[in-house]
């Protein structure tokens, strides 16, 4: 029985990495201007394609390397898997301005450079340009109540952060091999957090941590966290898990969410502070515009963590989720005995071409105070819980009350103060939501 | 991938169950009265072989089914393994008086009847008689520090309990299968503790404990333990353990040392108060005088503890240590790489008819002012760290001062007192050594 665990290898063999500094004639190029994604109701960016091109051309998303064709979406739709039979969930979809792309005359075989800011960023190697109906990717993407009733409880609807990204989308698409050419600087305080794959990897050797576990947060951390990520540690191969991942999803916000500056230094405030030792605890993130897909979510999540080195991938109750569209248990069935309505008889480590990433279902923790701390759902017997509430937490933070320490540590709500001082709110406003569309996490130079 | 763990088969395949309730003809037959194992220096009663009777004869120590042959003691001493290839870490000898025996005129082959209490008990199968120099087989059985470097940091002497005895046995020994005849009953409070494997696993069947985690114990758990077993459960295969077994030894005893029965109600406490459900945690004891041979004694407890159906087993610093004469990381060592000394190049999950238990490697918990609350060695970055003294919470109790509620709970202490009530002090003292060894814990009808 052998029972050492170590950093598995890049999901599909090898960490994509598409960087390519070449020298680049860019004199008379046509040029065209990456922009945010804008809700058509209510006028809110919701994504920013450059995040995708990010985390592609960095390998998170390894062994994706494009933006999808109409055949790689069709296989992602019907099998959850792209055609070289590797597990992927979500469309991944470089929708584009279909009039201002005819003006190029551009045709497959061509590279198309991109711009950020205004700034030469990436190019994409045209191998398809498609159409399609945004409204029958939205409703395939994530399933119906109908076809997936392992997960789906309602039909998803505009309301769902997820589905608009997709109905919003332009109804034509470029696809092929994208490259960036000029690599973003990330503004403080992101730039200490960034650690794409490559790098985390070179970290986690160094720190000779063999077993990690996955933190996926978008979340300034209280007390409940903190247990989560401590007691979910222990999880590991013959000793604990020898470092904790916090990996931060970053992308476009939604009003009454933390800022994600407050996320990153909120998590880094855990171990600087010394709740989780530095050593033993390390805060990055991940540019993605979240689905809220949970179960499907939880898919690309295990993917990212995976390249990143990770070993384990804590999954709670209702993972990555928004509203009630997901049954709140989905993520835990798909990692427990899979879910066969999105093509997965078995879970994804145990299925051809599977995850080497192993789950952590964990269920709830709260405070008790038969206990006096906080503890474990699974655990505690007294029946005195005084559960983590987001909106009580969020209410107290809004009315200017300090939480007490036992369910926000002192420093972690010093940065929430900190950002709140910076930004005038302690939450995302409209203000803010517009502000960082436009600024973006880097400075293209 | 396979994930999934579930609780393992009996160690070597077979649960040993040698319970004999055939009517025996006894009428004339000459009876062996098994007594107490007395140490000649200090008069103190060290061991009491009904205790491995019991413990062979319901299977805790499968696949051994008899006392051994000087064969077996070869076979165990040099290899740590029984003829049969299966490991063995510890010689288990029929010691008895020569001269009563040779009185009887025993040969092999013959059936001796064996008394405890004065009544009928058990029985042996005669298969040989054999004598041994009690010192060297005491050597032997543990090593020294230059045989044994990897582990043993000065040799052992009579001060050490388990060196002791082996020293103290007659040198005059039968081997042979034993059979119990007649099952004593389990006194108050001991009767609802006891899960013999067979037992056990129907109990863990029935509480769907597919994952069970074995805590050793010889103490009443302060907070400290508490944790140690909450946290260590997060260890499991997808999710945590479904089961804390705490498996108390429960043999002779020490002056100064909890008394049995405040462990066993200490521990039942812990989860009759819900710091740990009932439903996940149950309390239990195997009967054994402690040899406290660290490293090797861990593996007569994966022995054990995999009998009873567990598929993980808690190893902490100074693993079923006495004094300091083996390094306090040898049994995470032997868990983690082996101890080629003992003869172990890897660890005994991962050797040829190995065990199929999980180790789970942990450091020390202890109380920190600044997390506020009892945390991890490997998790805490204050170095506020209030350590958990043996010797300064008896020193509390002695004085009848009641320890602070972070530290001890009060529903454990009111065990303690309880038994204090009971027995006129909170520790073993000569009094209760010599009773116990007289009464013992059970009754024969």
């Known amino acids: 029985m052998k029972l050492i665990i170590n950093n598995p290898p890049p999901y599909g063999g090898k960490l994509i990495k598409n960087i390519d500094k070449k020298e680049h004639e860019l004199k008379g190029v046509p040029f065209y201007d990456i922009k945010p994604e804008i809700d058509k109701k209510s006028g809110a960016p919701i994504r920013n394609v450059y995040r995708e091109i990010i985390s592609i051309c960095y390998g998170f998303f390894s062994p994706l390397d494009r933006f999808m064709t109409r055949e790689d979406v069709d296989f992602v739709l019907n099998q959850r898997r792209l055609p ?24 497959e075989g061509d590279r198309l450079y991109l711009r950020l800011k205004g700034k030469p960023f990436a190019y994409i190697e045209v191998e398809e340009m498609w159409e399609f109906n945004p409204e029958e990717i939205a409703v395939k993407t994530f399933g119906t109540p109908e076809k997936n009733s392992d997960a789906l409880k309602k039909p998803l609807d505009e309301k769902h952060p997820g589905f608009s990204i997709y109905r919003n989308m332009s109804g034509f698409a470029i696809a092929g091999k994208v490259y960036i050419i000029n690599e ?10 960034w650690y794409p794959p490559e790098m985390s990897r070179e970290e986690f050797s160094r720190r000779n941590w063999r077993t990690v576990i996955a933190h996926q947060t978008r979340n300034v951390p209280h007390t409940g966290h903190e247990h989560l990520m ?58 993605w515009d979240m689905r809220y897909g949970a179960p499907l979510e939880s898919l690309l999540h295990g993917i990212i963590r995976q390249n990143m080195g990770c070993t384990h991938h804590m999954f709670g109750r209702d993972h990555a989720a928004a509203g009630d569209y997901f049954d709140p248990y989905s993520t835990q069935t798909l990692w427990t ?66 939480p007490p320490s036992v369910i926000f540590r002192p420093e972690v709500y010093d940065v929430i103060v900190k950002w709140w001082r910076v930004f005038g709110y302690p939450f995302v406003n409209k203000r803010y939501l517009m502000q960082k569309e436009e600024e973006l996490e880097v400075e293209v130079e």
Chains 1, 2 share one sequence.
Do not use: W
């Not at 070289?84 to 045709?107: A, H, S």
């Not at 476009?252 to 010394?274: C, M, P, Q, S, T």
């Not at 899979?338 to 480590?349: K, Q, T, V």
């Open 184 to 193: 973003p600087k990330f503004k403080e305080p992101y730039n200490r957090f």
């Open 84 to 107: 070289n039979g590797y597990i992927f969930p979500l469309p991944i979809i470089f929708d584009v301005d279909k009039d201002e792309i005819k003006k190029m005359q551009l045709r």
């Open 337 to 402: 005995k899979g879910l066969p309505s999105y093509g997965f008889d078995a879970p994804p480590y145990d299925v051809e071409k599977g995850l080497e990433i192993r789950p952590v279902n964990v269920q709830e923790f709260f405070y008790c105070p038969r206990c006096n701390e906080i503890t474990y759902s699974e655990t505690c017997g007294h029946n005195e819980a005084q559960r983590f509430s987001g909106s009580f937490v969020r209410g107290l933070i809004a009315e200017g009350i300090k």
């Open 230 to 287: 401590k007691e979910a540690a222990f999880m590991g191969d013959i000793e604990p898990c020898r470092g904790i991942l916090v990996n931060a999803i970053v992308g476009a916000k939604r009003i009454g969410d933390f800022v994600d500056e407050a996320i990153l230094e909120g998590h880094e405030a855990v171990n600087k502070y010394g709740y989780i030792k530095p050593e033993r605890h390390m805060v990055t993130f991940t540019l």
